[in-house]
């Protein structure tokens, strides 16, 4: 007599899981690549103004970030409520953007040092006073490009 064997389903071969390491580790290595790390946390209140031209800077490493505004909630039992100005991860004084400046100015190649830019992010209810007084110190640091930094505007005027 022969002997009948049964049908069994159909079943794919194994997944060979040889090469999933190299895989994990690429893709580690990528995203390692690609992320970037935050400069510094905002410990001011900044609501920029809105606008409807904007335009974007070109290289974001030749860009000095100044921010003007009210401190926040945490913040405000150490520096008050009243507007301060933000230089890298401290609230400093205006005394202090000259030093800021050449610390940022030293970190860069001697080619694109005259390209550098410092972007005002200020509060759209601070007073002009404070962004005089900071506009003056970059100018006698002999910075002369300064960006304001704004929103997008969604709605048009007619």
């Given amino acids: 007599m022969a002997k009948f064997s049964k049908k069994r389903g159909k079943s794919s071969p194994a997944i060979s ?29 900044v609501n920029t103004p809105e606008a409807t031209q904007l335009t974007k800077l070109d290289e974001k490493s030749l860009v000095n970030y100044i921010y003007i505004g ?25 005394d202090d953007i000259p030093l800021f400046l050449e610390q ?11 390209r550098i830019t410092s972007s005002l ?8 006073g404070i962004v005089q007084d900071v ?3 970059l100018r006698k640091s002999n910075q002369l490009k300064i960006n304001y930094s704004a929103g997008t505007r969604t709605d048009e005027l007619d």
Avoid: N, W
């Fill in 70 to 94: 009210r401190p926040t909630q945490q913040y405000q039992s150490v520096y008050g409520t009243s507007p301060r100005i933000q230089l890298g991860d401290k609230i400093s004084s205006v």
């Fill in 121 to 128: 992010r200020v509060d759209g209810e601070v007073t002009m």
């Fill in 17 to 45: 899981t040889a090469s999933l390491p190299d895989i994990i580790f690429m893709l580690l290595f990528f995203f390692m690549m690609v992320t970037v790390l935050r400069d510094s946390d905002l410990k001011l209140s």
């Fill in 104 to 114: 940022h100015k030293v970190k860069l190649p001697e080619a694109k040092r005259s």
């Fill in 135 to 137: 506009k003056t110190k």
